[in-house]
């Protein structure tokens, strides 16, 4: 009988949140993140919260409760993270990974197919291949860990009347992720209460989507904002990992660059390869568009499409990531908090990657950014050539560090092109990350945080603040700060 009215309370409380507005955002540094989770209603209906927005009781709660507690239902958010339209530049050509014009265009050429070898995924038990879909999660699947074997995993499935369309176990989660698709239209919180009362899932979250975050968009300056001399600069073998769209691993910029590549989503065609080109030719290209770090080597998984992915596999990219040995992880995208991305963020950082993110490039009321906001990752927001934010940067007490992204010259599907964004921005910090790693290969991810934070030029209000985070990143200093 308690199962049952756990299933009847969420299917009431599913019905209620339907066509719900935009959740309520605030940026005051003063808030705790519980009630920063009550303000944006992700809990359960803010069961536990009175009407001010204050979480009340002080218990647990989450989708990670695996005693059938308060479950968190789908964050539902009105135009989640559109990326802001294109605003008119001198550049003579389209910049790549924006919002199509509103007049007529002419058809792209298509792009080159990927010259070096790729991995597709492993022990994944696929009954049903991911897809790359639209809006702020995938309506008919939920994501779930088990504790028991392939057997269990079916009878969860029989039981609530649900289809085993993929599962494999993780090297970040610790555990067997699951993805369940519902056949029979029952809405995500419906079901996540359901498996909520079956002892052997022990989290269980939506497959929400996460958007690359590229504005639109003229040189590259970074090399003089950040105090690095383009002639010293080196990032010689340090290993960083890219999570992006597919690239075009023949452009001369990435010559010798690429040394794995990942795909995420094999089932689903790439056709667009110029948010990744660019973000790898900003950490790490050579030539005519050297990157901050050259000589480093890009594991790239590629896990977008359309510039949306979805949790699942995003989680298998970060996996694979792991699995070579990378010291950075460059995360240029944004979605909803996730507690299964969260973990998997918490575990790489305790192997001691250092994980970078881009803050969002959703505007100063948009609500977190996550991977950004999770604890132990660096979110990076985006300046121009004067310092100055981005005016569709994201803003919160979140953003840890800024760093060039407005209007900088980078490699692309087509060549090179102009591009704008906090996923940019977050570039420029892993290739700086990579200098101080090559510099001082013992450097533990939390010194190196530490020595971005206490040597940052202070750009906002002194101190940190929700605009700019400590401050524009100074290399230089740095590098010089003692551990």
Sequence with gaps: MAAKAVVLHAAILAATFVGAPAVAQTNDPNLSQKQIDCLNRTTAAGADCDEDGVRNGGGKSGAGNASGGAVFLPALIVDLFPNPPARPTPAPAQPSGTAPPKGPTSTPAPAPPPSGPITPPTGLNLAAPPRAVSGEFVPDEVLVTVAGDAGAVQQIATTLGLQVRSQRQSRLLGTTLVRYGIPDGRPVGVVLAQLAADGRTQ??????????????????????RIALDSKQASGENVRIAVIDTGIDDTNPALK??????????????????????????????????????????????????????????????????????????????????????????????????????AAGNNGPKAPYGYPAAFDG?????????KDGLMPQANRGAYVFLSAPGVEMVAPSGTGSDVVTGTSFAAAIVSGAIANLIHAAPDRSADEIEKALAATAKDLGPKGRDNDFGYGLLDIKAAGAAKK
């Design 203 to 224: 989290r269980r979250e939506p497959n929400h989507i996460y958007s690359l975050q590229q504005a639109a968009g003229i040189v590259n300056y970074a090399f003089e």
């Design 377 to 385: 990752v660096i979110a990076v927001t985006a300046t121009d050539a």
């Design 256 to 357: 010798g660059v690429i040394a794995g590549q990942f795909d995420a989503m094999p089932n689903v065609p790439i056709k667009k390869r110029d948010h990744g080109t660019s973000v790898d030719g900003l950490i790490a290209g050579v030539g005519a568009l050297e990157g901050i770090a050259p000589g480093a080597k890009i594991y790239h998984a590629r896990a977008f499409e359309g510039g949306k992915s979805s949790m699942d596999v995003i989680l298998s990219a970060l996996d694979w990531a792991a699995e070579q040995d990378v010291r950075i992880i460059n995360m240029s995208f944004v979605g909803p908090k996730n507690d299964l991305l969260g973990t998997a963020c918490r575990n790489a950082r305790a192997l001691g990657m250092v994980l970078v993110a």
